[in-house]
């Protein structure tokens, strides 16, 4: 037997007793026979300058491995699922919103005229009566970028103000006939529309924004309303576009059938300028201008192109302290040279408590009329050069949307405007006669709202 063989059963031993002493692992793969021979031969005869193998050490005894914690088994990812739609932006809705108020009063004039008429009062004009000076109801709409706003009214001031210039005109077999008996009851109507957040247009029949004092009395610092109130328009009817130029300025511009005319008396309409500055809580700043021919066609006047500008400045002083200012004027070129007007208000009102509030108030008013000869224009506000009037108020506020006001006023003029005592005439064929430069009254008024 050559030496090849013989080796080859010592080589096979000697592997099994190396893998025996080796550290248990990981399980191998079994050894093809061939490549086992192959190395077992190669162990026995080495080939020359190989070193001889060296012996492998003893395994190290290994600490048996610790458990380790359970591990929660897996959980599943979730299915992806579509991302939801957004919702469909929703319809425009109807909304409405109502509003109103009540007044009434008793006043006592202490000239005690005959005919029971204050003279050159806006509202206030009765005398020792109770009187329902205006119930209304207000009523607002909106739809989307559309609106409408109306106020109808029962009471002394429809008939009042209408009547003040209002013109009657005559229908026929086809038309109905216009005047105050047509609008009286129509403090507002008008549809609006607010193609962007800035713009508003508009068209109908508006309260009018000159002056600083509101139509509603609860809106006001004293209960009857000052001359410059009653001089000037009441109401107009047409169109306007109003701006927000921003949060402090606004502008609007409108065209009008004229002062005071729901339906024109003349030819011509009349334009009407507005700007009004925020620049706080506590300032408010506005002003008007106002032009057109205000008298009727036909007057002896001729086509008189009036001008008015308005300015009104309000202040929060304090948290109990108010202030007010206001200026008026205006011009009238006419045929008989030019009729003007200058008039303005100084107001303050003091919080002296959460439901007590007192407020004076100090109004002039002085008119030029136009004069040639012996033709005299006739008065656009007032037949006197002059008229002013002093008013203190005590406005007693028991509980929200309720006010009670207690007022003393003074008027005085130029000339005979007001009543005294036996007053002559029937004030229907025969007009009542003005007998007294002053008059002072005392009134009671009551007001609620919502």
């Not at 025996?20 to 490549?35: E, S």
């Not at 136009?370 to 050069?385: C, F, M, N, T, Y």
């Amino acid at each position: 037997m050559s030496y090849r063989k013989r080796a080859a059963p010592i080589a096979f031993l000697g592997c099994l007793a190396a893998l025996a002493q080796a550290r248990p692992a990981a399980a191998q793969p079994p050894l093809d026979p061939g490549a086992a021979a192959d190395a077992a031969a190669s162990a026995a005869n080495p080939s020359p300058g190989t070193p001889p193998p060296t012996s492998t050490p003893p395994p190290t005894s290994t600490p048996p491995p610790t458990s380790a914690p359970p591990v929660a088994p897996p959980t599943a990812s979730p299915a992806p699922t579509s991302r939801p739609a957004p919702p469909a932006a929703s319809a425009p809705e109807s909304k409405f919103t109502l509003g109103g108020y009540v007044e009434a009063y008793y006043s006592y004039n202490f000239n005690d005229p005959s005919n029971g008429l204050t003279n050159f009062r806006a509202f206030d004009n009765r005398h020792n009566a109770i009187t329902l000076q205006n119930l209304v109801a207000d009523l607002g709409w909106e739809y989307d970028a559309v609106y409408a706003s109306g106020a109808i009214q029962f009471g002394q001031v429809g008939e009042t103000y209408y009547g003040a210039s209002e013109p009657a005109l005559r229908g026929s077999s086809g038309t109905s006939p216009g005047g105050v008996e047509v609008f009286k009851h129509i403090q507002k109507a008008y549809l609006g529309w607010g193609p962007t957040k800035a713009l508003r247009l508009e068209a109908g029949l508006f309260t009018s924004p000159i002056g600083p004092e509101s139509m509603p009395t609860h809106e006001n610092w004293t209960w009857s309303h000052s001359h410059l109130f009653y001089a000037l328009p009441f109401y107009h009817s047409g169109v306007r576009a109003g701006y927000e130029l921003s949060k402090q300025h606004t502008v609007r511009a409108g065209v009008y059938n004229g002062w005071n005319n729901a339906l024109d008396n003349n030819a011509e309409k009349s334009i009407a300028l507005e700007y009004n500055y925020t620049p706080s809580e506590t300032v408010a700043f506005a002003t008007q201008y106002f032009t057109g021919v205000e008298r009727p066609t036909g007057a002896l006047e001729g086509r008189a192109w009036r001008h008015l500008l308005d300015a009104s400045l309000k202040v929060k002083a304090t948290p109990f302290l108010e202030l007010l200012a206001d200026v008026d004027g205006g011009v009238e070129p006419n045929r008989f040279g030019t009729s003007a007007w200058l008039a303005g208000i100084l107001a303050a009102r003091v919080k002296a408590t959460s439901w007590l509030y007192l407020a004076g108030r100090q109004a002039m008013f002085g008119e030029k009329r136009a004069k040639q000869g012996l033709d005299v224009a006739d008065p656009i506000a007032i037949p006197a050069s002059w008229m002013s009037s002093s008013t203190a108020t005590v406005d007693v506020r028991p509980v929200p949307h309720v006010s009670a006001k207690l007022e003393y006023r003074h008027d005085a003029a130029a000339g005979d405007i007001f009543y005294r005592g036996a007053v002559t005439g029937d004030g229907d064929g025969t007009p009542f006669e003005a007998n007294a430069r002053s008059q002072d009254t005392v009134t009671l008024g009551l007001t609620a709202w919502f």
